[in-house]
């Protein structure tokens, strides 16, 4: 069996201990660069990446009959923050009120406190509260071109409920919040487990999505579930169990395709 990896990082801890698993098991690992190809396609991708030309790669892959995980019309919706909140919302979710707001230059009298993020999700984008005229200024000068939405600030704790998901094994973490001051994200406050219904809940986000590794961002401290981001094929660092999770997914879709002769057990 044959498992490409569409990948900038194909080091990533999580991603570089599941293909040393696929390995052992007798898979061939392929590492496929986001711009490049791969002939004969594989049996199974894992799609990591999620710049353009990972995305036009994935649904050329996919047009060819491979499997792709997580499939790119999956994996390019969630680049889109305005659509991502369009389908949560129209499902049910507890999404935030997610509003397309054009370019920070062109806001005009917004109710302030607000959130604002860029349109299109990606590494280092735009997440920052703005509590005041002077932020707003000084957020147009450093992003005057960039498309962003807006949402309601909602009162926190500081910290995000972090919720991974791997072929429907939760993962779960408290992380501080991107509109915290201090380290912006980086500190883990270790174990966290999610209660039932929150797990219940971000494995609804992956039928809803059509996501099979994912990440969903939950407010902590609110008094009830507010999902504030979708994030496909996220790093789920450290978490115990994920590497095994994601190269039992791999062999696990083949398998259901009829893709390989590696056994499960």
Same mark, same amino acid.
Request: glycine share 12%; net charge negative; aromatic share 4%.
């Given at each position: 069996?044959?498992?490409?990896?569409?990948? @900038?990082?194909?080091?990533?801890?999580?991603?570089? &201990?599941?293909?040393?698993?696929?390995?052992? +098991?007798?898979? @061939?690992?392929?590492?496929?660069?986001?711009?490049?190809?791969?002939?004969?396609?594989?049996?199974?991708?894992?799609?990591?990446? !999620?710049?353009?030309?990972?995305?036009?790669?994935?649904?050329?892959?996919?047009? !060819?009959?491979?499997?792709?995980?997580?499939?790119?019309?999956?994996?390019?919706?969630? *680049?889109? !923050?305005?659509?991502?909140?369009?389908?949560?919302?129209? =499902?049910?979710?507890?999404?935030?009120?997610?509003?397309? &707001?054009?370019?920070?230059?062109?806001?005009?009298?917004?109710?302030?406190?607000?959130?604002?993020? =860029?349109?299109?999700?990606? +590494?280092? #984008?735009?997440?920052?509260?703005?509590?005041?005229?002077?932020?707003? @200024?000084? /957020?147009?000068?450093?992003?005057?071109?960039?498309?962003?939405?807006? *949402?309601?600030?909602?009162?926190? =704790?500081?910290?995000?409920?972090?919720?991974?998901?791997? #072929?429907? *094994?939760?993962?779960?973490?408290? +992380?501080? =919040?991107?509109? $915290? $001051?201090?380290?912006?994200? $980086?500190?883990?406050?270790?174990?966290?487990?999610?209660?039932?219904?929150?797990?219940?809940?971000?494995? !609804?986000?992956?039928?809803?999505?059509?996501?099979?590794?994912?990440?969903?961002?939950l407010l902590d401290? &609110?008094?009830?579930?507010?999902?504030?981001?979708?994030?496909?094929?996220?790093?789920?660092?450290? +978490?115990?169990?994920?590497?095994? &999770?994601?190269?039992? /997914?791999?062999?696990?879709?083949?398998?259901?395709r009829g893709r390989?002769?590696?056994?499960?057990?």
């Amino acid at each position: 069996m044959r498992v490409g990896l569409i990948a @900038r990082d194909p080091g990533h801890p999580v991603l570089a &201990a599941a293909a040393e698993l696929l390995v052992r +098991r007798g898979c @061939r690992v392929e590492v496929v660069a986001p711009e490049g190809s791969s002939e004969p396609p594989a049996d199974v991708y894992l799609l990591k990446a !999620r710049t353009p030309q990972a995305l036009a790669l994935a649904g050329e892959l996919e047009r !060819r009959g491979a499997i792709v995980v997580n499939s790119a019309e999956a994996t390019e919706l969630c *680049q889109d !923050r305005v659509r991502m909140a369009e389908l949560a919302l129209g =499902s049910g979710l507890p999404f935030a009120t997610t509003v397309a &707001a054009g370019r920070l230059t062109e806001l005009v009298d917004p109710a302030y406190p607000f959130v604002v993020k =860029s349109r299109h999700s990606r +590494r280092h #984008d735009l997440v920052a509260l703005v509590d005041g005229p002077a932020r707003l @200024r000084e /957020l147009a000068g450093r992003w005057p071109e960039e498309e962003v939405v807006i *949402q309601p600030y909602v009162p926190g =704790s500081g910290w995000d409920q972090k919720l991974w998901v791997v #072929d429907g *094994q939760v993962f779960a973490a408290r +992380r501080r =919040s991107e509109l $915290s $001051s201090g380290d912006g994200g $980086s500190a883990d406050t270790g174990e966290w487990e999610p209660s039932a219904g929150l797990a219940a809940l971000a494995l !609804r986000v992956g039928e809803v999505f059509g996501l099979q590794v994912y990440g969903v961002d939950l407010l902590d401290g &609110a008094a009830e579930p507010v999902i504030v981001d979708v994030n496909a094929f996220p790093g789920v660092r450290g +978490r115990p169990g994920a590497p095994e &999770a994601l190269a039992g /997914l791999a062999l696990r879709v083949a398998a259901e395709r009829g893709r390989t002769g590696v056994p499960l057990g």
